[in-house]
């Protein structure tokens, strides 16, 4: 039998989007193929401190417990171990340090899935570290994970690939505080009213707000400045809101879109709220409800998105199609997006004869696929 790949699962992280981590990682860590893997939880708390898999285990509900290798469990019974992957491939995997810092054990790792969402996770900055420690891992790398996560470079390199997009401006929150009048004016003569604010930096609708008028966009840059130092105005659409599933690294592949329904009007956009709660407003519908040709649109500017940020794995790109002018607008790319059992991303998959275990399968892959890739490329000059 073939040896069992040893996954490293990390989730938790020092963002907004800790607890959708959480979520998402149970539900990767419950379809994963245990016939093929052996998954290694490690967590990482809203303070940023690594914490060992049996502590991290302690953090997943019920449904996605799992048995550790004997010899994490002994070391994990320590108290207080510190847990790290360094930057240094000679000493690879997982290290397990006691209270006075001496190593432990070293644990094995052949893949690394970063479920983590936001910032520390999705923006380039584990995955810089996972390149360091020349340990493969899902999903983007550092360049494409960094421009997915900044809506500002993520807008340009959208732009850039002739990717339609809706009006915007960004300005940093330094100038907001420098010169609040000035800000007002611009959003006002380029973009008017209604409007949306938000940090450039963050996902779940955190820190995203919706103005009508003066009043309301100086309380919606405040709190978008809370989170970010740079911030993001756009003309407010009204649209549907479509998304599509990207898989694949070279040959990247489209999934059926769907869509976002809102029932209710009481449901103003797509909030946190609304992403993560049952509140009956809005649905989930795959296939979306629309023409073939706009299908196929959706899917191949979703390819395009992928590729204009160089992607890697997966992403999801989501869409907004103008009710009025029935323009379809790319809205943004998401490097890690939400694998909860009602997220988008695997509701897609497993519409388009992907199942969730398949898909976590083909991900796998995929790393081993892009760090094979990279690993031939040349170090010296001769
Ligand atoms: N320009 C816009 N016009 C209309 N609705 C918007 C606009 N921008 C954002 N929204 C609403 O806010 C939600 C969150 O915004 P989004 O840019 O997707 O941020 P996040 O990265 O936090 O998901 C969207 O799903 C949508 O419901
Ligand atoms: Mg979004």
Redesign the pocket.
């Known amino acids: 039998m073939a040896k069992k790949l040893r996954v490293g699962v990390i989730f938790g992280g020092r963002s907004g989007e800790h607890e959708v981590s959480v979520l998402s990682a149970a539900s990767v860590i419950e379809s994963i193929d245990r016939k093929k893997y052996d998954v290694l939880p490690i967590a990482i708390s809203r303070e940023g401190k690594w914490l060992s898999p049996t502590e991290a285990r302690n953090l997943l509900p019920p449904n996605a417990q799992l048995l550790l290798p004997p010899s994490v469990a002994n070391v994990a019974n320590q108290a207080q171990s510190a847990v790290a992957i360094l930057g240094d491939p000679s000493h690879s995997g997982l290290l397990s340090f006691d209270q006075d810092g001496g190593a432990l054990t070293s644990e094995r790792l052949d893949v690394v899935f970063p479920v983590l969402h936001g910032p520390f996770g999705e923006d380039g900055t584990i995955q810089g570290l996972l390149e360091m420690a020349d340990i493969p891992y899902v999903g983007c790398g550092v360049l494409a994970s960094a421009c997915g996560m900044d ?1 500002v470079a993520m807008k340009l390199l959208f732009l850039q690939a002739g990717l339609p997009l ?1 009006k ?1 401006l960004w300005f940093l929150r330094a100038h907001w505080q420098e010169n609040r009048a000035k800000v007002i004016k611009s959003v006002i003569r380029d973009l008017g009213f209604p ?2 604010v ?1 940090p450039a930096n ?7 707000s ?1 103005a009508d008028d003066k009043a309301s966009l100086e309380q919606a840059i405040e709190l978008a400045a809370q989170y970010d130092r740079k911030i993001v105005v ?6 549907r ?1 479509i998304e599509c599933a990207v898989i694949g690294n070279n040959e990247p592949r489209a999934s059926l879109p769907g869509e ?1 329904v809102i029932h209710d009007e009481a449901a103003r ?3 946190y709220e609304e ?1 993560y709660t049952k509140t009956g407003h809005v649905e989930f519908v795959v296939p979306a409800p629309v023409s073939n040709a706009l299908a196929t649109k959706i899917q191949r500017l979703a390819i395009r998105a992928f590729q204009s940020v160089d992607g890697a794995g997966l992403a999801r790109v ?1 869409f ?1 199609f103008r009710r009025d002018t029935k323009e379809l607008l790319v ?2 790319l ?1 490097t890690m997006p939400g694998l909860t059992e009602v997220s988008g991303y695997p509701k897609m998959w497993a519409a388009s004869g992907l199942s969730y275990t398949k898909m976590l399968n083909v991900l796998v892959e995929l790393a081993l696929e892009r760090h094979r890739e990279k690993s031939v490329n040349k170090t010296t000059r001769d």
């Open positions: 809506k809706c915007y409007c949306f938000k963050l996902g779940s609708s955190v820190g995203v919706r756009e003309e407010a659409v009204d649209a809101e976002y956009f797509l909030d992403k989501d907004f809205n943004e998401n």
